[in-house]
């Protein structure tokens, strides 16, 4: 054993040496494109262990760490989703079956409240939910940037940069890791009215910036002109935005092709930046430090087109590594004071919050919008919450063998455009299931569901569902149903059932369940955009919870591609490599523990400028990626020649 220990580590050695040089994105060479772990395929419920297998094989569940019932007294099940159960709740007569049923969707005789069940619904816009399920765009962040002064509790706010008040593109949350900071996924725009200009000038201000190096980015944006006008181009249109951001933008795009991407901030800044404006064609980086607590430095954004009266700086955050799951520790979220222009002078030093709307829901900070020297805190418009019945006559699918889910009498969960029937490029929705109480003495929450899927390679769309638990007088975060975290991508083209425990609910006041559509921009063939033309992307039927009395019995989600990397059986055995399982090609990062998203990412490489002739590039960095290429290196030399142990 020994031997094969000190010829692997040997090999390593060999793949880092043999390495050829590797450019991070600190050094102008490569950019590294995130995704998250991705289950290919559904394992079916009678495959899989514990309660919510032993259920769907018949079976009683009598099992513990040890495979031996030492005790259980009598155990009862009990199911929470029946046709209009969700309606009951709502009215306080609710009463859970102890006879197996789902939620069909449908009206069913012998259930009260289920003639509500019908096309379009839940109709929330027009004030006629008569099912009771609720949804959520979840592409559509809340507003964090705002006014943050020396009045609110130390512990609940970044130091102030200057005077008594800055701007702050953050929050304080007691669910956060890291109480103060940024969230996951999120995309805020923080718009400058700077005035009209005669000729190029720069955008200074004190700042205090620090966002997941490679992922997360702080860029600024000219908005040049919309018909000629160049009072506020961009607005909130997520789309136009999006052609200019990281990773896959460009220089030049807009309305009338005159808003330019200026500069991209990324990493953990501890001195002061100077920059000039991008010259293009492609995207301007400047790359601060992987780690280590940023400082309160100056910056300096020279060189502007006069064209640029408007001045956007949006941040965006991808689905891991920030203040809410604490993988990214470093500095409190974006934090900004002593705005100017070079020639038009302050912008912002310590002004009180505006408390007005601009035009497009956003809260005006300083100023009045129209007028220079307006500051106003906005998000992108959202894509929309689209879930809504449909019949089967509407969303015929490729499914031959489940003749009935096309017939109009068959109602279920549509999660794109409901004329088209096509998902929706950055879509992110979820409908929503009513909350239940769980009762005392319960051993296990198992939530079941039909879906259909096609969500094939490149498309861009995962599915994936959640749920949140109340305890403590408080809700939790969203999280996983699947223990091991992970979305679920592949063109199935089958109805099938799926299903999770949810272990963490089990001693809990109450719990809810969420089922998700999302646009994952990384698994899209160019990095930026997902397919406008996947019909029938995601359908849902037949939701179901089963709660079971008793003893909890211990949980372990592990996902197939964290499982142990060898196995040794009797003494000799081929060493086998399990890589984790993506829409990328390329390998994964070690996984971490989910939050709001999928845990692991995949890298890959991409041409990327740094804005910053010396950006900032640590060496533990470098030493990281390689090591990882060696192992990879490794890896494969092994999965072509199996060793043999020796004692």
């Known amino acids: 054993m020994r031997k094969i220990l000190f010829a692997m580590l040997g090999l390593v050695a060999i793949g880092l040496w043999a390495l050829p040089a590797m450019a991070l994105p600190g050094s102008g060479g490569a950019a590294v494109v995130d995704g998250p772990k991705v289950r290919s395929e559904v394992v079916p419920l009678e495959n899989r262990a514990g309660s919510i297998g032993a259920t769907a ?52 005789a012998g259930f009260p409240n289920s003639s509500g069940y019908t096309d379009n619904q839940p109709d929330i816009a027009g004030g006629n939910n008569t099912i009771a399920y609720t949804r959520a765009d979840q592409s559509l962040a809340e507003i964090l940037w705002h006014v943050v002064d020396v009045a609110t509790t130390t512990t609940q706010r970044p ?8 701007l702050w593109c953050g929050k304080f949350d007691t669910n ?17 009215d700077t005035g009209t200009h005669s000729s190029a000038y720069s955008f200074n201000f004190t700042g205090n910036l620090s966002s997941e190096i490679g992922y997360d980015y702080n860029t600024f944006i000219g908005g040049g002109t919309s018909g000629g006008i160049a009072l506020d181009p961009l607005t909130v249109n997520r789309t136009l935005y999006n052609d200019m951001l990281p990773m896959a933008g460009v220089r030049d795009a807009g309305p009338d092709g005159t808003s330019q991407q200026i500069v991209s901030f990324t990493g953990s800044f501890q001195t002061g930046q100077t920059v000039s404006m991008n010259p293009g064609p492609g995207l301007a980086i400047d790359v601060g430090l992987a780690a280590g607590q940023p400082n309160t430095v100056a910056y300096s954004i020279t060189g502007i087109p006069a064209i640029h009266r408007a001045l956007y700086w949006v ?23 002593l705005v100017s222009t070079s020639d038009n002078g302050s912008l912002y030093n310590d002004q009180v919050s505006a408390g007005t709307l601009d035009p497009f829901q956003g809260n005006i900070l300083v100023g009045t919008y129209g007028s220079p020297g307006c500051i106003s805190a906005r998000v992108a418009a959202g894509v929309g919450e ?30 794109g455009d409901p004329n088209t029937n096509l998902a929706i490029n950055h879509q992110f929705n979820s409908v929503v299931t009513c909350a239940f109480a769980v009762p005392g003495g319960t051993a296990s929450i198992a939530a079941q569901w039909d879906e259909y899927f096609d969500l094939p390679r490149f498309a861009g769309y995962v599915q994936y569902s959640e749920y949140r638990w109340f305890k403590d007088g408080q809700w939790s975060l969203w999280d996983f ?3 091991g975290g992970g979305v679920a991508g592949g063109a199935n083209q089958a109805w099938l059932t799926d299903g999770d425990e949810l272990a963490k609910a089990v001693q809990a006041d109450s719990f809810q369940v969420r089922y998700n559509l999302q646009c994952i921009t990384a698994f899209a063939a160019d990095k930026s955009n997902c397919s406008n033309s996947q019909t029938n992307a995601l359908l849902y039927d037949n939701f179901r919870i089963q709660v079971t009395s008793g003893t909890p019995a211990p949980i372990f ?44 990412r995949t890298e890959t490489c ?7 002739s010396t950006p900032a590039t640590t060496s533990s960095s470098l030493a990281g990626s390689s090591i990882a290429a060696g192992i990879r290196l490794v890896r494969r030399w092994l999965n072509t020649c199996p060793m043999r142990s020796s004692s």
Request: aromatic residues 10%; contains cysteine.
């Open 557 to 600: 989600g592990i996902f197939p591609g964290a499982i142990a990397q060898t196995m040794f059986v009797a003494g000799s055995s081929s060493i086998s490599f399990t890589e984790l399982r993506s829409m990328s090609s390329a390998p994964s990062r070690t996984p971490q523990l989910a939050h709001e998203c999928p845990p692991a």
């Open 606 to 612: 991409q041409p990327i400028r740094a804005a910053s």
């Open 159 to 166: 130091s102030i940069i200057a005077g008594s008040r800055s």
């Open 176 to 192: 956060f890791a890291n109480k103060v900071g940024y969230p996951n996924l999120t995309f805020q725009i923080l718009y400058f």
């Open 57 to 108: 094989r018949g079976e009683r569940f009598a099992g513990t760490m040890s495979g031996t019932m030492i005790k259980q007294s009598a155990v009862t099940t009990s199911w929470f989703l029946y046709p209009g159960a969700c309606v009951q709740r709502a009215l306080g007569t609710w009463s859970a079956k102890l006879n197996p049923v789902a939620d069909s969707l449908q009206p069913t």
């Open 315 to 337: 941040f965006t955050a991808d689905c891991l590594y920030s203040s809410e799951d604490g993988l990214w520790p470093e500095g409190h979220g974006q934090i900004a004071d």
């Open 386 to 415: 689209l879930w809504q019945l449909a019949p089967g006559t509407e969303n015929v699918t490729s499914d031959i063998c489940s003749p009935q889910k096309a017939t109009a009498s068959d109602l279920f969960f549509e999660g």
């Open 481 to 483: 149903t699947a223990a």
